[in-house]
């Protein structure tokens, strides 16, 4: 479980945001998890209440949207999503790929009232 200390890195960057923006409430927070980064959407939403509690965050909403992982074949060109078929291509059977999207891990926005 790293999902708590970095609920707590974000947190701390936030600050730091809402400080400069002098931001005094903050609605809601939207991160980006790709699919093939190794945070767990899930925990994060476990962890989120402890690293938020007693900060200016703790009323806010926490929205994860997720990224699906797609790869492209190196061989034959076809994009396709990567943990279904475990990295093979489903069209020629090889894992030989290049990674296109699902490694990110963003805070992609802050929602101020
Ligand atoms: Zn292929």
Do not use: W
């Not at 994060?44 to 690293?51: D, G, I, K, R, S």
């Not at 492209?72 to 291509?89: A, D, F, M, N």
């Not at 296109?100 to 802050?110: A, D, P, R, V, Y």
């Amino acid at each position: 479980m790293h999902e708590l200390s970095i609920c707590y890195t974000i947190v701390e960057t936030l600050q730091e945001v809402v400080k400069e923006n002098e931001i005094e409430e903050v609605e809601a927070i939207v991160l980006e998890i790709g699919e093939l980064s190794s945070i767990v959407p899930k925990y994060m939403e476990n962890c989120f209440p402890c690293a938020v509690d007693g900060t200016l965050f703790e009323k806010s909403k926490l929205t994860i949207e997720v990224v699906e992982g797609i790869g492209r074949c190196k061989r034959c060109g076809y994009s396709y999503r990567l943990l279904p078929v475990e990295g093979y291509c489903p069209n020629c059977d090889v894992k030989d790929f290049d990674v296109i999207s699902g490694e990110e891990f963003i805070i992609k926005e802050l929602i101020c009232f």
